[in-house]
């Protein structure tokens, strides 16, 4: 459940209002954390899946927001972000995560929702086809060319 729920969360378009789904996966990882071996078996599940990076999100940004527990230790065979990719992380997060009404959206929260959706798009295509998207998507806003 909770590798599922972590690739919902940080694989699926973007993380707008993510909030509720992080403190889903703090509730579960607190749950499920008092069976023996739970931290072993997850990350046994996150291998196999090829999950590691998403449920390494989960467990950092559940940690990091309400206080998780997550023993040290769990970290040290995880695929982890450089320095630079977990702080831009962190803060678009941070900023993109929060119900927010719309006439309400500062400059900042609009870039940290702008950076995880153009992340979202990058895990699924290839660079090429990424650029051509992204352009295409960028003339369609400025009415250069329609849909």
């Given at each position: 459940?909770?590798?599922?729920?972590?690739?919902?969360t940080?694989y699926?378009?973007?993380?707008?209002?993510?909030?509720?789904d992080?403190?889903?996966?703090?509730?579960?990882?607190?749950?499920?954390?008092a069976?023996?071996?739970f931290?072993?078996?997850?990350?046994?599940?996150?291998?196999?899946h090829e999950a590691?990076?998403?449920?390494?999100?989960?467990?950092?940004f559940?940690?990091?927001?309400?206080?998780?527990?997550?023993?040290?230790t769990?970290?040290?065979?995880?695929d982890?972000p450089?320095?630079?990719?977990l702080?831009?992380?962190?803060?678009?997060?941070?900023?993109?995560?929060?119900?927010?009404l719309?006439?309400?959206m500062?400059?900042?929260?609009?870039a940290a929702?702008?950076?995880?959706?153009?992340r979202s798009?990058?895990l699924?295509?290839?660079?090429?086809?990424?650029?051509?998207?992204?352009?295409?998507?960028?003339?369609m806003?400025?009415?250069?060319?329609?849909?």
């Amino acid at each position: 459940m909770v590798v599922h729920a972590a690739i919902h969360t940080f694989y699926d378009g973007d993380l707008n209002e993510r909030l509720r789904d992080i403190l889903d996966l703090h509730e579960l990882l607190v749950q499920f954390s008092a069976e023996p071996d739970f931290w072993r078996h997850l990350l046994e599940r996150a291998e196999r899946h090829e999950a590691d990076r998403p449920v390494f999100y989960a467990l950092w940004f559940a940690q990091h927001l309400f206080d998780t527990p997550v023993p040290a230790t769990v970290y040290d065979g995880m695929d982890k972000p450089g320095n630079a990719v977990l702080r831009l992380m962190s803060w678009a997060v941070r900023h993109a995560a929060l119900p927010i009404l719309p006439e309400k959206m500062s400059l900042k929260v609009r870039a940290a929702r702008r950076v995880l959706y153009m992340r979202s798009h990058w895990l699924r295509m290839p660079p090429l086809m990424l650029g051509k998207h992204l352009a295409t998507k960028f003339l369609m806003s400025l009415g250069v060319i329609r849909q």
